[in-house]
T-cell receptor
Framework: DAGVIQSPRHEVTEMGQEVTLRCKPISGHNSLFWYRQTMMRGLELLIYFNNNVPIDDSGMPEDRFSAKMPNASFSTLKIQPSEPRDSAVYFC????????????FGPGTRLLVL | GENVEQHPSTLSVQEGDSAVIKCTYSDSASNYFPWYKQELGKRPQLIIDIRSNVGEKKDQRIAVTLNKTAKHFSLHITETQPEDSAVYFCAALFNTNAGKSTFGDGTTLTVKP
């Protein structure tokens, strides 16, 4: 298995632009998590899905952030409009909640908003 | 909800010494406790985990202990090596919560050669 796949790996954009981050979970995993990591705030859970349904989005910082999971093999995290304070590494992770509870992280997307 | 506190935030040891990182959790229903290692510029990766029906687990130079009564668990690394330098995260979860983990704030371990 290729593991959790994220794209793009790096993104540089200007303030005000829309940013879309993509994630493909490990096949067969039914829970998917989006995290943001910064030096100041550490690892923050933004939102997570179970069986493609959003379960808890209380970590989403504001309305500029939205996430979708249209099917079991794809999820997006969108920021519109982006701001410099959104600069961070965004990780996607997945697991199968009926067996092991280990989360497998993707390689992350390093976002820089100028 | 669950709250996980992790100490210390930074830890520096000499190569060959032992390192201990401690975490406490608040929700007595939590029953799975993984530890992740994150090297600079890389993703967090699981290094060891423990379930609530076990008090200790060991894998070569790393071990984890769990005290359910006191609601704390610890990571022990023996004979540390420079490649152990990384950020370590503990986490706690209740396995019927769709796998949602609550992470500690991380410990930056530096092993000096």
């Amino acid at each position: 298995d290729a593991g959790v796949i994220q794209s793009p790996r790096h993104e540089v954009t200007e303030m005000g632009q829309e940013v879309t981050l993509r994630c493909k979970p490990i096949s067969g995993h039914n829970s998917l998590f989006w995290y943001r990591q910064t030096m100041m705030r550490g690892l923050e859970l933004l939102i997570y899905f179970n069986n493609n349904v959003p379960i808890d989005d209380s970590g989403m910082p504001e309305d500029r952030f939205s996430a979708k999971m249209p099917n079991a093999s794809f999820s997006t995290l969108k920021i519109q409009p982006s701001e410099p304070r959104d600069s961070a590494v965004y990780f996607c992770a997945s697991l199968t909640d009926t067996a092991q509870e280990t989360q497998y992280f993707g390689p992350g997307t390093r976002l820089l908003v100028l | 909800g669950e709250n996980v506190e992790q100490h210390p935030s930074t830890l520096s040891v000499q190569e060959g010494d032992s390192a201990v990182i401690k975490c406490t959790y608040s929700d007595s229903a939590s029953n799975y406790f993984p530890w992740y290692k994150q090297e600079l510029g890389k993703r967090p990766q699981l290094i060891i985990d423990i379930r609530s029906n076990v008090g200790e687990k060991k894998d070569q130079r790393i071990a984890v202990t769990l005290n359910k009564t006191a609601k704390h668990f610890s990571l022990h690394i023996t004979e540390t090596q420079p490649e152990d330098s990384a950020v370590y995260f503990c986490a706690a979860l209740f396995n019927t919560n769709a796998g949602k983990s609550t992470f500690g704030d991380g410990t930056t371990l530096t092993v000096k050669p």
